[in-house]
């Protein structure tokens, strides 16, 4: 029997918003055991006291406990994001993954998903955190049998250190990498993106030294984002590919960006979607992880975002991403996220787009 | 003889820094005497408190009062406007009007000032300040030896109520518009636009009731930005054109976005300006003016900005605009300023690119 | 027999942290159905889209339906706001009323609620509503067998205009004095503060006209804070007094600031609260609202806070009070709150002190 | 002949308002050859991109290089600060050191200014600064023929890292401490007031190692601050203390701030300095520096600042301190700063109150 991938797409009216998915669900039109991942745009500024992310977490975890799955052990990955800055809207992401009667076709998306051993605070962004990140995505590149070659896109979530995890390394003596949560994540986004690069044989394992994580800017992933943001110390993979062995329409292609003004780059990953040009037909979703480049230039002029003390580089740099995805491909329910460390080249970026040519955006 | 407009863009390092305008009068580049106009796009929150607008205006001053010319007594007419928002670049535009002895040929740029007649505090925002306008407006026609139709787009200065009018005004029991200067914006910026809209003959008379203004949005120019901020009572208005009668090869075409992602009205309005299409040529200078939809919504989705109270609405345009606009045209070297009561459709805005073929960007 | 008024305080780990006063109902210490009001201060930005209300809110209705009080029905009031600016810490008060063995003594702390009739959308802002508030405190009052004279404090939480009023009215012609909830805030709270001081004999009926409302400052109550956000259009009052016909020991006193520094105003209000000099007793709860002079003068001097386009001038408001009533008081547990028309002289504000000098806090 | 130190306070209606100074030139009330130190608050946002600083200081240097003083070359200190938020009001010190014909009397006040000899971008934050420090105060002292006990505070204009410190440093394999100016400013703080400590006797020599900057809380000094910014590399200091060998009768005392809320150490200070109880006279000039508790504890409660990401801690700080003083004193003309490592206890802080009881703030 033959896998199939279905991508679902909602709006929210606020953060604690899980109606459309509660509807859905409702009229069986997705199983809740069938949910692999959960990715989620909120409006809250997407740095340290965006409690709309917790909202969203919370709203969530109550609706699908009510049938059975919990988000607390793992069943299924949660990825909460805050910062709609521009014209993004507010939206959730449903991939669910099924048993499919459909005949084999062409290639359609796969899905597969894979969780980490746990790891101890100190190896968090170091090259312990890197190899795990390689071996998780390998086991879930056997499961869903896809070679490294068939992945478009992977989704990592990646832990990061909270209070507790401090207090457990010290009294071992160990040192971690970063003293608080939010000071923990370009460093755990830069191991994990560093693990697929491996995994998805981008990067060769020799070049790849423990002083090489943020800070050797010449190895990334052109085909990975990580959000920082687990609690338990495990990484989280959901890789996306496109297999002839999964059925059912559904598309992903990913792509790169060299700059952020590179519009190139994503008119040709919908095309690669198998979105026609002209923006009739929309994506189901819209993935991308980027930065503005650390030398605060853009193709040669002079870019403030950097030292701006009122708004947040990020929040500046998912603003303008809005506009440039949004104009290129006719939507705002775009997961546009900050903190690209080793994903995508220096100033650029790393884009998926998912299209389903024959079910239109609810 | 042949007159001749010219369009010089600098880059600027700080606020303050007219250190590539100095230059290129150093070198006889730019003849002071011809500045009709400079457009400035500086780095600071482009609200109330933005004191980059004062430091800009003040080092121009200074550097053009060394040279014989006043920006106090109006010889000629200075913007400067604060938000480098995403990837907007700080920067100026100088535009130059010159007599020349190049032969006639196509269309080129034409520029043309006029400056209106003194306003009462309490006309801001009224019928009176429209008419005033569409005098002025065509008044520059006149001087310009332009038709309604020859012109592309029309820069207003629009005066705001400063305390001191406010004063003038209760002295006389005259009521105002608003209460304080940045109240007055949007009604002396609403007035303008209609102002010019009755000049250009995009609206006709017996539509623009005194209850229109900031209030029936179907009254439109497509051709026009207005910025508040005049310390003086009087609009000041540049209006660029295309005309036979003018030569050097500078162009100037003018487009008006349907929405904030309509990057079809952006390509299209390159194109007309002269640049071919892959970006390989740069404009001389883009000026832009837009808002978000008061609906809340773009393309039916939800949009967040207006409720946002740690980042102001007309920020998060900003930032938008300068990816839409970045990407389409592949310049950062963008005046792109918010506050576009009647200048566009609701949710839309106008737009005017500028291109000088043979004279590549310094 | 006698009644007797309860104070408790908790601090929130989290704008959704319920769990003090859960453990507090669990051990019984507090009866569900004796709660008059809670009280909360959440961390967010207190302006337009703080989601911290919400999910306080939210929190405190599951918990306290589990245990058969609706608050959706209006058994109790529930006043959320958010902005700890400053050094003010997340936490909750919890005013409790119950029936007492205790013997008579000296004045104690008494409790009052009364929620208003229904008022339209159009009466927002208006003599109606100050009428309609001046009705319920009078009901208050009398429930509570107080004299207007032994009123120390009115909290009111006011409607503001959602969506469905403004629709509402315009379906019936009738004109609302603000477009969106946001701006009918000044409004509602202007309305009832008056409507206090009419019903506590502050001012003369014959003074406050239609046309007073926000615009004659010599017209203010010396005792309530008013808080907008009831999503339903009643005015909910709660009215705290000292009278000999309570018992139990708790006490209240307010106090009017002249201007925001005037801590004298602060050490008299604490010394009659029954708080010793010298801080080693601490309030069970203190409440202030007030707001900078429309002058933007204190003592003579400029304030910037007006103008800052970064920060909110109500945040800036919030933070500095944290820090006078903090050091004058001794404690960080102060709802500290902004928008006070009427409430209090201009640039001040008022205050009220809670001691229970028998039962330090928790 | 004796010495008399003058201070005199200026308000600043914009960020390069120094007409009050000019005034005062004008008058010949103020000797431009005799000015020790400027100190100014100006309303920026006193973090990366405040160009109010700027503006200040270039005013300030036009307004004495017209009358041969130059800021450039180091004939006197120039501290800007930004940061008014809360109630403090922008404006300006002017210390002043003249020769006098007075009588000698009690102690008065006594200003003494020396500059370190240059440091190496690697030293910046280490030992080598503090030591630079030491003996920079030392030879202050001498001058001033102060003893360390009968200093009250030193302020300190630090050094950070420019861009071109970096390549120099880089330039010969040197490591620098922090890779970017904003990055350098708490290890340029710290050193500096390590090295005011060991100055001042108020930590011995043994105690300071190379692993006790910004990481050994219990080393401070009670009597310094210090505000990173000088763009060469050496450190500037200010000592003032009191001394029978000056006259003129101004007055300095300093005081330690155990926490944020400590207005009694306020209440000692400003009386120890001869202001009267009571607020009837107001100090001359308030210097206060500061940081909240790196616990995010206030008196065992839990402070949101610095979890804020939409406004900045040291802000919310600046705020609160601005109510606290400002409450105390009476007068919002204070120096408010934040980033105050080894100066004062954790969560504390440091205070100077200057005084001239027979003249009177203009």
Redesign the interface.
């Known amino acids: 029997m033959m896998k199939e991938a279905r991508v679902h797409s909602f ?1 929210m ?4 918003d899980v109606s459309a998915l509660a509807t859905a669900l409702e009229a069986g039109a997705i199983d809740p055991a069938a949910i692999v991942c959960v990715i989620i745009k909120t ?3 997407g ?6 992310r ?2 969203a977490f ?1 709203a969530l975890s109550r609706l699908l406990a009510a049938r059975g799955v919990s988000l607390a052990t793992g069943d299924m990955s949660c990825i909460v994001s805050g910062g ?4 993004t ?2 939206h959730m992401t449903v991939f669910e993954r099924r048993a499919s009667n459909a005949p084999a076709g062409g290639a359609s998306l796969a899905i597969a998903r894979a969780v980490g051993a746990p790891l101890l605070p100190e190896q968090i962004g170091t090259l312990a955190q890197v190899h795990n990140v390689q071996a998780t995505v390998e086991r879930a590149l056997d499961q869903a049998q896809l070679t490294a070659s068939e992945v478009e896109y992977v989704q990592v979530k990646a832990p990061w250190l909270l209070d507790h995890h401090q207090i457990d390394a010290r009294s071992r003596a160990a040192i971690t990498r970063a003293a608080d949560a939010h000071g923990s994540k370009p460093w755990t986004r830069a191991a994990c993106a560093l693990g697929v690069a491996l995994a998805l044989k981008e990067v060769v394992a020799t070049q790849v030294l423990e002083s090489s994580i943020n800070a050797d800017w010449s190895l990334f992933t052109r085909r990975a984002a990580v959000t920082a943001g687990n609690d338990h110390l495990q990484c989280e993979v959901v890789v996306f590919g496109m297999s002839k062995r999964w059925t059912g329409g559904a598309r992903v292609a990913h792509g790169c960006l060299e700059d ?4 190139a780059a994503i008119d040709d990953t919908a095309r690669r979607a198998g979105l026609p040009p002209g923006r009739g037909t929309l994506p189901t979703a819209v993935l991308f992880k980027g930065d503005p480049a650390r030398s605060g230039l ?2 040669g ?5 950097w ?6 580089p990020l ?2 740099l998912r ?6 995805i ?3 491909i ?4 775009i997961f546009v996220s900050a903190g690209a460390e080793h994903q995508g080249p220096q100033g650029g970026g790393t884009l998926a787009v998912f299209a389903e040519p024959s079910a239109p955006r609810p």
Do not use: I, K
């Open positions: 709006g009216a606020d953060p604690a409006e809250g500024n740095l340290d006291n965006d409690w709309t917790v909202m919370d709609c800055e521009g014209v809207t507010p952020l003004l590179d519009s853009l193709r002029e002079r870019q403030v975002m030292h701006d003390s009122d708004v947040h929040r500046h603003a303008v991403m809005s506009g440039v949004g104009a290129a006719g939507s705002t329910r």
